[in-house]
């Protein structure tokens, strides 16, 4: 960190600015995605956008401090390509907390305030979206004041970021996470903006309710994890006589002004705290509630949504979505997976294969071409939101899968389907071969690829058991064989954390 301090005399203005311009020129960015190392912040940020058509202050527009600092890191670490950084920021409020270390020593990158970049209302120069004065390293020939503010901007960036470091490195950020951490993220807005962003999935919603109007009017409903209160809205909009929100994140006194904003505070009563410790007086004749997470039961939130159907809901009462289906299908995506895996057996001319065992534990939430699907989709799990137990969420279930091309079978990728059945049904499926969602797909990659051929049938048990170790994360096994005919080819058993 620069420790020099600044002077008001202006005798000695010109020492100072030849200092911090000696400063400044030892500082070097290393791009994202290319091993060109420039001179500036504006550079770099005007070489991403040149070179790669990636502008990373539009880019990081929305994503918190902390986000920001993951993805940098696991794009860094993971060699992840322009392409792919689309989807590494979409998973940025979610990606391991491993990825707030540096993957690289004194990486000027991560000092960078992007969210100053995105708000400043100063003029703007050629770079686009990129603000020269504003950069937290920037060129030596400002005035001293200028140079007092970046200097100050650059102390708190990497103090904050040196205070983050020792929390991650003495274990603050433990292995299992705290019920209230979990709660406290879905206080960041940059999580609500992704899901209401999502159109298939914010869409499905609004389109079964104000096409059911008949199923909601006059009802009585319960939003379980309202969040920003668009479900509720929704609902109250859609001919519901009475919503009551329910949310143990901070969120709900955002989402209490902006029901107030929109006139409907007669129809929507927010309510703070976990469904499962607070009190309601009534009954309800709908549970609506977007609980699913990656692999759909990542978060275990469908837990809760149990919990409140039992206490509130009306006997033959409605659940919204009231369906819900797992899928498993092959994958061969050979480009991905030796970008993933052997790019460490040399990095630089060293041998870093050390690292590969541990990423074949990982369920990797990413999006899967929908080209790179080489089977037809099982499914291997269906859920009766109405019925289902929260016992019945571990599980062990069989599956077929059928090769229809003569390829390399590197992955399993797990995808699922909401149902919202009425008199307008709405389906909201998370498949390669749909749109794009936040949930993305999740794929569980094979320590040991196998040769396929068309015709080729997988057999074999994909069960999902609760983590011991993650506060509401899931150890996901998958283990079968493929055979060729009579004659089996391949084997496969491994254990993957989804976390």
């Known amino acids: 960190m620069l420790q020099h301090s600044y002077s008001s005399d202006s005798s000695d203005s010109d020492n100072e600015e030849d200092y911090f311009e000696d400063q400044v020129e030892e500082e070097k960015f290393l791009c994202l995605f290319c091993d060109m190392v420039l001179v500036s912040c504006e550079q770099l940020l005007e070489h991403s956008l040149k070179a790669h058509n990636v502008n990373l202050v539009s880019a990081f527009r929305g994503t918190s401090f902390y986000g920001i600092i993951k993805v940098i890191n696991y794009t860094r670490a993971n060699k992840s390509s322009e392409e792919e950084f689309g989807d590494v920021l979409k998973r940025a409020e979610t990606l391991d907390d491993e990825y707030l270390k540096p993957c690289l020593s004194d990486d000027s990158l991560l000092m960078i305030d992007f969210e100053e970049l995105s708000q400043s209302d100063s003029k703007i120069n050629s770079v686009n979206g990129v603000n020269k004065s504003q950069c937290s390293s920037t060129n030596g020939d400002a005035t001293n004041p200028k140079v007092e503010f970046l200097q100050a901007k650059l102390e708190k960036m990497q103090q904050a970021y040196l205070e983050l470091l020792e929390k991650v490195e003495s274990g603050s950020s433990s292995s299992a996470p705290s019920t209230d951490r979990y ?23 609004r389109d079964y309710i104000f096409n059911n109007s008949d199923i909601f009017r006059d009802k009585d409903v319960l939003d379980v994890g309202c969040g920003t209160g668009i479900l509720s809205m929704f609902c109250a909009k859609g001919g519901a006589r009475l919503v009551v929100a329910v949310d143990n994140s901070k969120i709900v006194d955002k989402a209490r002004n902006v029901i107030k904003c929109n006139n409907l505070s007669s129809k929507i009563e927010i309510v703070e705290g976990k469904v499962e410790e607070i009190k309601l007086e009534r009954k309800f004749d709908i549970l609506i509630s977007e609980w699913m997470g990656y692999g759909l039961l990542f978060e275990c939130m469908l837990d809760s949504v149990i919990t409140a159907r039992d206490k509130y809901l009306k006997p033959g009462g409605l659940i919204v979505p009231n369906r819900a289906s797992m899928f498993l299908s092959a994958v061969s995506n050979e480009k991905v997976y030796e970008k993933r895996f052997h790019y460490w057996r040399d990095v630089y001319g060293f041998d870093m294969s050390e690292f590969i065992p541990d990423l074949y534990t990982e369920a990797v ?28 969420l571990e599980f062990s279930r069989p599956f077929q899968l059928q090769i229809n091309s003569s390829t ?83 084997k496969f058993d491994q254990l993957f954390c989804l976390h």
Not at 183 to 205: C, P, S, W
Not at 385 to 391: A, P, Q, Y
Not at 461 to 481: D, M, P, T
């Open 365 to 392: 939430v990413e999006s899967v071409d929908k080209s790179h699907v080489i089977s037809n989709n099982c499914g291997f799990k269906h859920l009766d939101l109405s019925t289902v137990k929260t016992s019945e």
């Open 408 to 490: 390399k079978l590197t992955a399993f990728v797990i995808h699922f389907t909401c149902f919202f059945d009425g008199d307008v049904s709405v389906v909201m499926d998370t498949s390669p071969e749909s749109e794009t969602t936040h949930w993305l797909q999740t794929l569980l990659y094979l320590k040991s690829p196998v040769d396929v051929s068309e015709g080729d049938v997988v057999n074999g048990l994909v069960g999902f058991k609760k983590s011991s170790a993650v506060k509401r994360g899931y150890v996901i096994n998958i283990e079968g064989s493929i055979r060729r005919d009579s004659e089996e080819i391949g």
């Open 183 to 205: 709660f406290e993220g879905y206080a960041d807005y940059n999580i609500h903006a992704e899901m209401l962003q999502d159109k298939v999935r914010t869409e499905a919603y």
